[in-house]
């Protein structure tokens, strides 16, 4: 059974909920009240689309929220495939599906509150102003549900919080990075026309898909394989590549407050850079003369050097072994439907090359093993979309038995006069709904075919030298 807290959070609780974030399915709020239970946390609730295209709340509480076959797709793991909510179904993946993964330590799959319609209702109008236009104009609230999920702020070290205020005498700085896919496939599925992605990572073609439908105005230069290469070397440029352009690939947070585009303005003048100065300045040695910039991505680097929280992410990546375009003839498989007509339009041609020969195994499993070769590539899904919270206090005047920081790991610098705790989260570790496959499918011809095209029409490195969008 789900944990869930008894709790209750009604309309008067509205006040100490503030704005913290948002993506394209949920909203996250921040606590500022003085409750014990929620000091440190933070409130995910559901959106829904402004023009009411979502599905309805069932009159049967009881009813798993899964369809029939994404019931039997997880039926490994009862407490995710007979969830009868989004939030406990959102729990429970993390709990029991990933949290074995990518390890315990490094997953909060949070508690369950009940919460009143008249809280969301308060909660919406409270939080208005400070959603961007994009979103209030595309989603909002879903003042109908009746549970949200209660996490830990990843930003914060908030166990800190309450300690000597001369040990910890500046705020926490956390850096938020979505690493995505680390590796490059080698499956027979993959047809001869689409060899490219044996060779290319699948986040370099994206950039150019990007780039050509103007959702970026640069072509990143980060390379998901130096990140995850486990080479310190190549994770520095990784993590230097990702400060240079973040793109919506890093986030740095003080304070628990979000520094919006830190790093596009070095001036000395721009406010956002000089509350990361100001969190960081008296930890470095004043004959070095190094840009606190600097010191955070030689933390972040060093932290994911050391720590196994890639390693197990990568092993977690890698269980999409037969690449989406084996998966999707499992998926064809699985649904019992006709996805091959659906598929016509974007020239999945089985007879060509060594396919043919894969086609024919996937032919050959079982359904059982058709569902187990779907379910795992779902699994990678969420671990290529995921994000990696990365989050640092300094101890100026630690000392080896201080009891408040015993079970984080300290990591230190030759830039800074003092070490730094540290800790490593994941979040967004969110189911992909069965119905998606074809989305991937689709979106992974996409991304080759527009790559291809680049590179074909001004030599392999046109998609390196793009010029930026005006």
Not at 220 to 237: A, V
Request: charged share 25%; with cysteine; hydrophobic share 40%.
């Amino acid at each position: 059974m789900a944990e869930q807290d008894a709790r209750y959070l009604n309309v008067q609780d509205a006040m100490d909920w503030f704005y913290r974030g948002e993506g394209a399915a949920n909203i996250v709020l921040a606590y500022r009240g003085s409750d014990p239970l929620l000091v440190g946390k933070v409130l995910r609730l559901k959106k829904i689309p402004l023009d009411g295209q979502h599905v309805q709340k069932s009159n049967n509480s009881w009813k798993p929220i899964l369809g029939e076959e994404e019931q039997k797709l997880w039926e490994s793991w009862p407490s995710v495939a007979r969830a009868t909510s989004l939030e406990s179904l959102i729990q429970a993946y993390a709990r029991d599906v990933m949290s074995p993964l990518l390890g315990p330590e490094y997953v909060d799959p949070g508690i369950l509150l009940h919460v009143s319609g008249e809280f969301l209702e308060k909660v919406t109008c409270n939080v208005h102003h400070a959603r961007p236009c994009s979103r209030i104009t595309a989603t909002k609230i879903d003042t109908t549900s009746s549970s949200a999920l209660l996490i830990s702020d990843h930003s914060v070290f908030w166990p800190l919080a309450g300690a000597d205020q001369d040990k910890y005498l500046l705020p926490s700085i956390s850096v938020e990075i979505k690493p995505k896919c680390g590796f490059l496939p080698n499956s027979d599925f993959i047809v001869t026309g689409n060899d490219i992605k044996k060779r290319v990572p699948r986040f370099t073609m994206h950039q150019v898909l990007k780039l050509t439908e103007r959702q970026v105005k640069l072509l990143s230069q980060y390379s998901p394989l130096d990140l995850f290469s486990g080479d310190l070397n190549r994770i520095n440029e990784a993590v230097d590549s990702l400060f240079q352009i973040p793109q919506n690939n890093l986030r740095v947070f003080v304070g628990g407050s979000i520094i919006d585009a830190v790093f596009c303005d070095s001036s000395p003048d721009c406010a956002n850079w000089q509350a990361l100065n100001e969190a960081l300045q008296s930890c470095i040695f004043s004959e070095n003369k190094v840009e606190p910039v600097e010191l955070l991505k030689e933390l972040v680097a060093q932290s994911l050097y050391e720590t196994n929280a890639l390693r197990n992410l990568l092993a977690a990546q890698k269980l999409d072994s037969l690449d989406i375009e084996g998966a999707i003839h499992a998926y064809e498989k699985v649904s019992y439907s006709k996805c091959m007509d659906n598929l016509k339009e974007t020239t999945l041609d089985i007879d060509d090359g060594p396919s043919l020969k894969s086609v024919d195994l996937v032919d050959g499993m079982s359904l059982s093993e058709c569902r187990q070769v779907v379910r795992n590539y779902l699994i990678a899904a969420t671990a290529k979309d995921c994000s990696l919270m990365l989050t640092f206090q300094q101890v100026p005047n630690f000392k080896a038995e201080d009891a408040e920081v015993e079970h984080y790991k300290l990591i230190s610098s030759s830039k800074s006069r003092y070490p730094f705790v540290f800790k490593i989260n994941f979040v967004d570790l969110d189911l992909k709904p069965l119905n998606k496959m074809l989305h991937y499918y689709h979106i992974d011809q996409k991304i080759v075919k527009t790559y291809l095209a680049t590179i074909q029409s001004g030599g392999d490195d046109k998609a390196h030298s793009l010029a930026p969008l005006n």
